[in-house]
């Protein structure tokens, strides 16, 4: 169920659209930076980028904003048994954006992180894309709970959303439903000891792995997060994330 838990909590965050794409443009970029962590002012998160607090989790992540030698500025995230996230929110089409690229580095694993259990639901860093609320996607049975939770925020909760995670042993590839609802799939880009300690680059396709994911065709995507937590196993992680980007094709 999408209303549920933490992941609940970050999809609704990222609901609102901060700019509208409507089809193909030829006058825009080949690139779109939607993290641009390196041009921020020095000492000061990107604007665009907003805390997401859990109203459940006393304890949260610290987030700021750090020189790097390799890629300048870049977002250390510190986890010791919290959890909190940032959030960019956007309204673009997927087909028009598909392939996503970032670069993170961890310090360590989190050593009880387990993507089939709620108190496994922990990573050193995690990437999550949104997609917005279609109500001819839903059930009708579903429609209800999302005009409640309009009426509640303010706006709809977006329909679904793709976590990629830095996990400690499950094999890279690995697509499992989040322990907390269905309605997000936890897809493994990372895992294990070996990367450990080393900036790593990574580039998805998003529409394919949402049809990979839930076997349709991917709704307009609402938001783009960035997540460090610890709060339910209870142990402490370092993740750095340098910028985000959206291209139309693979560069």
């Known amino acids: 169920m999408l209303f549920a838990g933490a992941s609940f909590g970050l999809l609704v965050a990222a609901a609102v659209p901060a700019q509208q794409s409507t089809g193909a443009n030829p006058a825009l970029p080949d690139k779109l930076v939607v993290g641009d962590f390196s041009g921020a002012p020095p000492g000061s998160l990107p604007e665009d980028w907003k805390a997401l607090i859990f109203r459940d989790i006393k304890s949260h992540t610290r987030y700021s904003l750090v020189a790097d030698p390799q890629y300048g500025q870049v977002v250390r995230a510190e986890a010791a048994a919290s959890a909190s996230g940032l959030v960019h929110k956007v309204s673009l089409d997927p087909h028009e954006w598909p392939i996503l690229q970032w670069r993170w580095k961890i310090d360590r694993l989190v050593a009880k992180a387990d993507p089939t259990r709620k108190d496994g639901d922990d990573y050193p860093a995690r990437i999550y894309v949104s997609f917005a609320y279609d109500p001819a996607r839903v059930a009708w049975y579903e429609r209800p709970l999302y005009a409640a939770a309009k009426l ?3 706006e709809y909760p977006p329909q679904s959303g793709l976590n990629y995670i830095f996990d400690n042993k499950s094999p890279v590839g690995t697509i499992v439903p989040n322990a ?3 309605r997000v799939r936890m897809i493994v880009v990372d895992s294990g000891e ?10 998805r396709n998003i529409v394919e792995d949402y049809r990979k994911a839930f076997g349709e065709d991917a709704p307009a995507i609402s938001g783009v997060a960035i997540m460090t937590d610890t709060d339910n196993t209870g142990e402490s992680a370092t993740a ?3 910028n985000i980007t959206l291209h139309r094709a693979a560069p």
């Open 152 to 154: 509640f925020y303010g």
């Open 180 to 182: 907390f609802t269905g």
């Open 194 to 203: 070996a990367h450990v300690g080393q900036w790593q680059s990574y580039q």
């Open 240 to 242: 750095w994330y340098a």
